[in-house]
C-alpha cells in the first residue's frame, strides 16, 4: 500500500530528554511521553509503586521495539536493574529464561501476555502512559474529527 499523503504522525520519545528520530514530512507532528506507572504482580495481581523495588537485585525484559528506551526509563525511575532485551515479539521460553529463578523480573505488558502461564511469583508488569501535552493533543484531535468527517456535527474541542 503506498500512502499519497500523511495528514499525522505520532513519536514516541526514546527516553527522557531524547526526541524521537524521525523527521516526516506531514501537516502535523506531534510527540508522545511515555511514563512508567506501577507495577502489577502477573501471579496476584498486586499493584505496587516502581519505589517499592529500590535497592533489591532486579531483572528487566524487554521485548519490544525499543527496550532501551524501557530500560532506560527504570533507570530513570532509580531503579538498578539487569537488562534482557528480546527481539520485538520475542516469547520467553520458560526452560531457557535469562534470568535465575526466583528472581525478581519487570517487564513490558507486552511481554507479560506471552508468560502469564508460567510467571514466577516475583514477575511484575510495569504500567505504560502515553501522554500528549494538551496543545498537541487538541491539535490530533481537531485533525481526526476534520478527516472523519465529524467536524461541525456538534463536537467540539476544549
Known amino acids: 500500500m503506498r500512502l499519497e499523503q500523511?495528514?499525522?504522525?505520532?513519536?514516541?520519545?526514546?527516553?527522557p530528554g531524547r526526541r524521537a528520530g524521525?523527521?516526516?514530512?506531514?501537516?502535523?507532528?506531534?510527540?508522545?511521553?511515555?511514563?512508567?506507572?506501577?507495577?502489577?504482580?502477573?501471579?496476584?495481581?498486586?499493584?505496587?509503586?516502581?519505589?517499592?523495588?529500590?535497592?533489591r537485585a532486579l531483572h528487566a525484559v524487554a521485548?519490544?521495539?525499543?527496550?532501551?528506551?524501557?530500560?532506560?526509563?527504570?533507570?530513570?525511575?532509580?531503579?538498578?536493574?539487569?537488562?534482557?532485551?528480546?527481539?520485538?515479539?520475542a516469547a520467553l521460553d520458560p526452560s531457557a529464561l535469562p534470568f535465575p529463578a526466583g528472581a525478581t523480573v519487570l517487564m513490558t505488558g507486552k511481554d507479560a501476555v506471552k508468560c502469564r502461564a508460567f510467571a514466577g511469583a516475583d514477575w511484575w508488569l510495569v504500567d505504560l502512559a502515553v501522554g500528549l501535552d494538551r496543545s498537541?493533543?487538541?491539535?490530533?484531535?481537531a485533525l481526526v474529527l476534520e478527516r472523519t468527517g465529524l467536524t461541525g456535527a456538534g463536537v467540539q474541542i476544549g
Open 136 to 141: 498537541d493533543a487538541g491539535a490530533l484531535l
Open 6 to 15: 500523511v495528514d499525522a504522525v505520532v513519536l514516541t520519545e526514546r527516553g
Open 63 to 89: 521485548g519490544i521495539g525499543h527496550p532501551e528506551a524501557f530500560f532506560d526509563a527504570l533507570r530513570a525511575a532509580g531503579l538498578a536493574i539487569e537488562p534482557h532485551a528480546l527481539a520485538d515479539h
Open 22 to 55: 524521525v523527521a516526516p514530512r506531514g501537516p502535523l507532528t506531534v510527540t508522545a511521553q511515555l511514563a512508567l506507572g506501577d507495577a502489577v504482580n502477573l501471579a496476584s495481581s498486586e499493584r505496587r509503586p516502581l519505589d517499592a523495588f529500590r535497592g
